[in-house]
């Protein structure tokens, strides 16, 4: 068997820029401190490089308990970013309870669920918003700017 792989060119450094699907740069972003709440290590892992390439400070949790442990009045976050669905504790729970830390903390949701099923789960509120699974990483980070931007 003999197989042929045609890999494009790259003409020039700009076109590195592409493989992230024109997600923002750090001098494009302001600089937030975001927590991160994510239990599929592939996905955070993911997630994270976005975020923290995008120039956001990141703190990642891989449980609500875990994450409710990083919240410390030292290092405030102006965003939650957090799957609907993680072990022991849900995401609208966790997103409860770190306003009991941080009354103005804006909350994003992630899920692979359908929106029924995503707002049957509690996301709604102010603060809050939902983005579905899968997503870009410009997807992501567009998101994360218009929610931080309120």
Do not use: C, N
Not at 5 to 23: K, Q, S
Not at 44 to 68: H, K
Not at 90 to 100: C, F, I, K, N, T
């Amino acid at each position: 068997t003999t197989f042929d792989i045609y890999l494009p060119r790259v003409a020039a450094a700009g076109a590195a820029d592409e493989a992230t699907d024109g997600a923002p740069r750090a001098a494009d972003a302001k600089s937030a401190r975001i927590l991160l709440v994510e239990d599929d290590p592939l996905v955070a892992r993911l997630m994270r490089a976005v975020l923290e390439e995008a120039g956001y400070d990141v703190l990642f949790a891989a449980s609500g308990r875990e994450a409710l442990e990083q919240l410390t009045a030292e290092r405030p976050i102006a965003l939650l970013v957090s799957d609907v669905v993680l072990p022991g504790m849900s995401g609208p729970r966790l997103a409860d309870r770190v306003r009991e830390h941080q009354p103005d903390v804006r909350t994003l949701f992630i899920s692979g669920y359908t929106p029924e099923e995503v707002e049957r789960r509690g996301i709604d509120g102010p603060g809050r918003e939902w983005l579905p699974k899968p997503f870009t990483p410009r997807q992501l980070t567009e998101r994360v700017r218009r929610v931080l931007d309120g």
